[in-house]
Each structure stands twice: as structure tokens, then as C-alpha cells.
């Protein structure tokens, strides 16, 4: 049945939100890292996690380089 706050249904309007710039979520974002360094970034979350405040993994970056 229909349940007014499943997580199904948060995350939709949320992804809604960001779609039609009505949460701006730009500043949250510290990193954009190529996947292959998921170690190195898991890391520093741990070890610098106020410099890693929000981590992308970009698909698109694979096999490019680039520094922490």
C-alpha cells in the first residue's frame, strides 16, 4: 500500500528536488574522484573526513589522473 514516507519515496523527491534546482547540493561536494581510487578516498574519509565532506565517484573519469 501506499506509505506517505518511504525511503522509495523520500529519495525521489529529493532526487526531484535536485533536478529542478530547488536543493542545491553544489557546496556539498568536495571530491570528484575516478572509481579506481575508492581506497585512497575511503582513507582520507577516515583520516581528513572535514576535507572529504562529499565524495563522487565519476564513472566517466576512468584511467585519468589526478591528485587528492
Do not use: A, M
Not at 506509505?3 to 533536478?19: T, V
Not at 572509481?35 to 585519468?64: A, H, K, M
Request: proline residues 1%; hydrophobic residues 35%; negative net charge.
Amino acid at each position: 500500500g501506499f506509505n506517505k514516507h518511504s525511503i522509495e519515496r523520500n529519495l525521489r523527491q529529493i532526487f526531484d528536488f535536485i533536478l529542478f534546482e530547488k536543493l542545491n547540493v553544489e557546496k556539498l561536494v568536495t571530491h570528484v574522484i575516478e572509481p579506481s581510487r575508492c581506497n585512497e578516498v575511503y582513507t582520507n574519509l577516515q583520516n581528513r573526513n572535514e576535507e572529504f565532506f562529499g565524495v563522487i565517484f565519476d564513472w566517466n573519469q576512468i584511467g585519468e589522473k589526478q591528485e587528492l
